[in-house]
């Protein structure tokens, strides 16, 4: 007997049929024994259609109007499923983010939780209902309604779990787990059992939409057991852990997974002279665009001069290319180039820290394929490269392959 | 300068362009120095949307669930419109029936107004917000949603204004203003400047749809003014309030308006014996079914016996006369009949409270007609006469005629 909160994105209650499969599942939980809390989303295509009636008023709505307006769909999902739970003869309470307690910060769309005061919820699990709560919602201090913003379910899902010291919070989705690649490119890719948070948090970040930042980093932060399963398949999924939890440590594979993100573009303005501040000099004009940027390399030339190369999102390309080229024209600048042709396919394994050798393996991989390597950054368990966008698939299948990842 | 609190219903905020005019609207009192409160029902069809949802999981959903469900409906429109007076450059501030802190008991689905904590609303009107709060919704004391029943939006309006000490609790509707009677049967009906509460009360429970009987029982035994306009077209509707306070009492028509009810069905017991207890045993199995009474009449026959006729809602008619002829038999009753073609026609007035001689008169114009009076029913400012259907429209246009209630 365990007590799981469990979540349920917008496909899985997309429907009414959807949201009694739901049913179907969450009380076959609940008669293994389990205490059940469940977080849904709103019913896929419910959000599109408020954000269009917004939309239809006004492009600069406020914060706070657009997020009760959008709490909406969460609740119409909340009613329905603790409906379909009462036609099944369980008892059943609906919680609003408010209701729920959950308090958030009052940035309104993009709010962050504060505290969540689950006496209520505990006490109605104690009198054996199974509680279903308004995913992506919370109140601030003074009762005002916010969001978490999209895909923020994950995070409430999450942190009610640290909330009540739940067993697991289990996240169900389209996918049946996470992968060792994306199985489109490399269809051999294998199913991960588990993997610890480090690496979830770098193969979120570097382009896999399996779970949300946010949700990870808040699972790590207060050690919330995190499974992400199929909502439509049965299967154990993949567990997000801390790795010396698990007993699979022993057998860890050096690597975890290869992520890869097709949305880079590299800039590189050349013969700048070495003198301090130019780092900012460059890059100040990019930040105040409100332009991310990811990787950065200096090199200082034969001449003394520096070569300075970063990357940004692609769709910030043509914006981050105009700004630069006014800051060579300031630094007198020999050059600038440019290509967002380019993607980025990244090693991740917390085996990496214990084991050198990784990265040159990695090269010779690509090597011997004849991809030409562009740039490379490397963490504590990640080695990223940027290479020709049309090498990708190349690269990931002969990655996968060199580091022994696919199935059995 | 004044403090009005609006209510505006389905059809006057059923799409977005609506939304806008209501919009227009309230920025146009708002400019000419008012404090504004508006209340707004869902857009017309989204609670026979969500209904539907309802239907489709469980016709037998719990009232808690469903209340969470439909209160969604207003809280889209709220959010609308706070967006469409930002557009235009007012601040506003959107309150769910939780935020407004309106209290009631825990009746899911026919929740009464418990209390209203208003100073949140005081403190956004104090500092030039607009206002716009959701109808037909509250919670109850440990923040359950409740619902306060279909077209609850007027109490919600009625149950703010006696709260905020408004001057005006204005009713925005699809007619304007309430007439001597339904302009569909006398083309020359009249709209009433000014009603009192009672005769509203009348009017209302006869079958003028104008407003709801609760809203406006609300608002006399609160004092508050009410006003019903339209939203569509300019004009100042009808005033409802009590009769000394409006100048217009002395020149006050003995009759205010004609009501009347097409759903009335008659059912007669003849031959009953004239026992004490007689009235119970008939209509005991009656009201045990549900069934409302409305006009009762007794009469001794000639030889001691007893008839009983009594009147129902049409569509009860058939169960009625079952529970009836059963009874009968236990009664040996000499005769069952019953009538479901009658309609039911009725003169309100605070007038007559003074004036002699309305009922006579009332039977004279009648009895002009040919129309024969099947019953008679009779309250401080009420006279209603039940005839056959066929004598509808022409009983009451008689009636409008003989007491002088047309348009100049």
Known sequence: MALLVQKYGGTSVGSIERIEAVADKV??????????????SAMSGETNRLVALAQEISPQASGRELDVLMTTGE??????????LEKRGYAAKSYTGGQAKIVTDNNHNKARIKSIDHQNIQ????????????????VDEESN????????????????AAALKADECQIFTDVDGVYTTDPRVEPEARRLITITYEEMLEMASLGSKVLQIRAVEFAQKYAVPLRVLSSFEEGEGTLITTDYETDKTMEQALISGIAFNRDEAQLTINGVSDTPGVAY???????????????????VGADGSTDFTFTV?????????ASLEKTANQLKAREVRGNNRIVKISLVGVGMRSHAGIASRMFEILAREGINILMISTSEIKISVLVDEKYLELGVRALHEGFDLKSE
């Open 145 to 160: 309604i916010t969001t978490l913003g999209r895909g923020g379910s994950d995070t409430t899902g999450v942190a009610l």
């Open 281 to 299: 000099q460059i890059l100040g004009p990019i930040s105040d665009a409100n332009i991310e940027v990811d990787m950065i390399l200096q090199n």
């Open 123 to 138: 006490r109605d699990l104690d009198a054996g209902r199974i509680i279903v709560v308004a995913g992506f919602q919370g």
């Open 27 to 40: 009380v076959a939980y609940k008669d293994q024994g389990n205490d059940m809390v469940i977080v849904v």
């Open 75 to 84: 609740q119409v999902t909340i009613a329905l499923l603790a409906m379909a």
């Open 313 to 321: 999102h692609r769709n910030d390309y043509e914006t981050a290319m």
